[in-house]
């Protein structure tokens, strides 16, 4: 009898999911089918909104923006991380656990928090100018987050200042479990560190790798707050991202059904990119 329904205990779980995620997600989709203000009576336009994400040159350059966050919020990370986790892990270095809470305390900070700190140590005459001015570096400084070179880059250092710990404690916690063995055999067949490091460390962590690329870059993708505190997508639109996009266009243009249709693509681009992530992983191991 107990195993002819299984199914019945996920039914909860699944009512949940169901309603606090797919409604949602299916309600989007549905505005996204119609040109509406959020106040008067909606339009149908059909497949309109979506032609607009493709065709529209600002939103293509959000959605690129996005992707180049990518790089500072996700792969930084994991390269910053798996060297320096190595590094802990190989020392031995006393007091792990507590070098573990304050890599990891940006994670636990509020983003608004950390982008207002951040927001004051570029400002032009904030800790970042003063410490190359007083190392004679004055031709350096710059309005950093009013640049239309460096804005984006600036954002997403801070990007991988608040990922970095996040990756490092994963895969530190990966790296726990690698037999010393391995290491001791490797360092009798005359392997040094490097190649141990590649050969050994690397892939005995893949799944910790997985877990952090999907993390970090559902963060780079989804980053609203840090872009909305920082720049409001300044200078010009060298910030402007899809999530701000959506807010944009949904609060401040009032054009609800495009906002819902940028979100949808969006929601779809962060699905593709994870799955993709995972399929690789699994296809590694």
């Known amino acids: 009898m107990y195993g002819a329904t299984p199914y019945w205990f996920l039914l909860p779980a699944f009512v949940v999911y169901a309603a606090f995620l797919l409604y949602p997600l299916g309600r989007a989709v549905q505005i996204s089918l119609y040109e509406w203000d959020g106040l008067s009576l909606a339009t149908f336009v059909g497949l309109a909104n979506y032609a607009d994400v493709l065709t529209d040159a600002a939103l293509r350059a959000a959605f690129g923006h996005a992707l180049v966050l990518i790089v500072f919020f996700a792969v930084l990370p994991l390269g910053i ?36 700190a951040w927001r004051q140590i570029y400002a032009p005459d904030g800790l970042l100018n003063t410490a190359l ?16 070179t460096l804005t984006l880059p600036a954002v997403g250092l801070i990007g991988t200042w608040v990922c970095t710990g996040l990756v490092t404690v994963l895969l530190m916690a990966g790296m726990a479990r690698i037999p010393q063995d391995l290491y001791e055999a490797a360092t009798l067949d005359g392997a ?84 993709a992530v995972n399929r690789i992983g699994e296809r590694e191991r």
Request: proline share 4%.
């Open 133 to 148: 001015r007083a190392v004679g570096l004055d031709a350096l400084t710059r309005t950093w987050l009013g640049d239309f």
């Open 192 to 275: 040094g560190p490097v190649r141990t490091f590649l050969a050994i460390t690397v892939p005995s962590v893949r799944p910790e790798i997985v877990v952090s690329l999907v993390l970090t870059i559902i963060a780079a993708l989804k980053t609203f707050d840090l872009v909305f505190v920082t720049t409001r997508g300044g200078p010009g639109s060298t910030t402007t991202v899809p999530s701000y996009e959506v807010y944009r266009r949904a609060f401040e243009l009032g054009e609800v059904g495009s906002a819902a249709a940028v979100a949808v693509v969006l929601t779809a681009l962060i699905f593709l990119l994870n799955l």
């Open 81 to 116: 991380g798996l060297v320096l986790a190595a590094l802990l892990m190989r020392a031995r270095v006393r007091g792990l656990a507590f070098f573990r809470t304050v890599v990891f305390l940006p994670q636990v900070i509020a983003m608004v928090v950390v982008a207002v």
